[in-house]
Each structure stands twice: as C-alpha cells, then as structure tokens.
C-alpha cells in the first residue's frame, strides 16, 4: 500500500501510533486530508465516526479487548488532529449531510410515499400525528426534528406495521456492524487491505444510525 493508502487504515482502524507516526515522517497535503478519496470528507471525520461508535460499552466477550485498544487509539487521534491541524473535532460532522452515503429517505419525498400508507390509514388505526412526523424524521436523519418530537411526547416505539422506528434503526445498524468490524479486526490481524470509499461509507453510515439510535432511546449521547 501507499503511504496515503496505509495512512487511511491505521486512521479507520484507530492505530493512533502507527497514524500519528506516518503523518509526522510523511509530507501528507492538507487537500488530502481535507477530502480523503474525493468524497469531500476530512480524515478527522473518521475518528468523529470511530468515537461515537467505540463509545458504546455493548460489545460481544471476544471483541472487547480490541474495543478497548481502540478505543484509547481513537482519543489520542481526537487530541491529535486537534492540537496538531486545528480541526474542530468537539463539533461533530453533520451525518444529515451525507445520508446519500447509507439507507435514508429523502427529504424531498412525500411523507405517505416514506410511509407505505395513506396518512389517514394510519390515523385510523390508532397513530398520532407526532408519531407519524416522528418515523418521518428518524428516516431522513433530521436529528433537530426528531429531538423535538420526542420532548413533545412522540412515541419512538409506536408501530408501523408491526415494525418502528426503533426496529428500522436498530437493524441497519446490526448490519452496518457486520461490515465495519471485519475491517477493523482484519487489520490487527494483519490481514489489511486498502480503505475503500464503501468502507467509510459503511462507518459514517453506522454512526449515524447509532447517533439516530441513541435519540429514540432517550441515551445522553446525542
């Protein structure tokens, strides 16, 4: 691999040692790291993604020991990014902004379209309207909107069909967790290959279902 290349795996892969060590010997152009694979994306963002993610104390008996690697890799490139290229790690990327990277709805869609229902057959099997605008937002990613509904009452568990909005966001990120984590423990096994643009689509999109996760289940995180 490449330096940029081996860069960008020790950064997913929260190797702070061998990240910060390439980026001190290495001359890394601050266009690069300011858009990494042309996706208009700073490198910073992935380890925003990695901390919110490696947050989480709810992880399989066998993977914990790397969670705690690296977790403490992924606060010591937090710090670095931070006192070494000034970039503003404390404010967490806008995930809304790159729904197209992972399963979303569009704003621009009609609410009963993201809905598979007439509002009104909703309506008469018992939903409320803020339930309703509750599903609607979570879907889209608008975080405000849904934090809003949610102090006014919402019900994040009202059903749509058997399924809510909290099902929808669980299982997406069940699965975005089966394709991140091989990433992540191929590598300390040495078996890295090259970050693709699907790798951190996969990452960002996982953070920001668990960031949507957090909200529905009323966690301090958000």
């Given at each position: 691999m490449d330096?940029?290349?081996?860069?960008?795996?020790?950064?997913?892969?929260?190797?702070?040692?061998?990240?910060?060590?390439?980026?001190?010997?290495?001359?890394?152009p601050r266009t690069w790291l300011d858009n990494i694979l042309s996706m208009n994306i700073p490198i910073y963002y992935i380890t925003q993604c990695n901390a919110r993610l490696l947050s989480d104390d709810c992880w399989i008996e066998r993977i914990q020991p790397l969670v705690l690697s690296m977790r403490?890799?992924?606060s010591k490139l937090m710090t670095y990014w931070k006192t070494k290229f000034k970039f503003p790690v404390e404010n967490e990327m806008d995930y809304w902004k790159y729904k197209e990277f992972f399963y979303s709805d569009s704003d621009d869609e009609p609410d009963e379209e993201v809905l598979w229902n007439p509002i009104q057959v909703l309506l008469n099997k018992g939903l409320t309207q803020a339930d309703i605008e509750l599903y609607c937002a979570e879907v889209r990613f608008q975080y405000d909107k849904t934090l809003d509904l949610l102090s006014k009452?919402?019900?994040?568990?009202?059903?749509?069909?058997?399924?809510?909005?909290?099902?929808?966001?669980?299982?997406?990120?069940?699965?975005?967790?089966?394709?991140?984590?091989?990433?992540?423990e191929n590598y300390y096994d040495k078996k890295n290959f090259p970050i693709e643009e699907q790798d951190v689509r996969d990452l960002i999109g996982w953070a920001a279902h668990e960031k949507m996760y957090d909200l529905l289940t009323f966690k301090s995180k958000s």
């Open positions: 330096k940029y290349e081996k860069l960008l795996s020790a950064v997913y892969c929260n190797d702070a040692e061998t990240a910060i060590q390439l980026m001190e010997t290495n001359n890394y403490e890799g992924c009452g919402a019900n994040p568990r009202a059903s749509f069909d058997g399924s809510d909005a909290v099902d929808r966001i669980s299982a997406e990120c069940a699965f975005l967790s089966t394709m991140v984590g091989p990433v992540w």
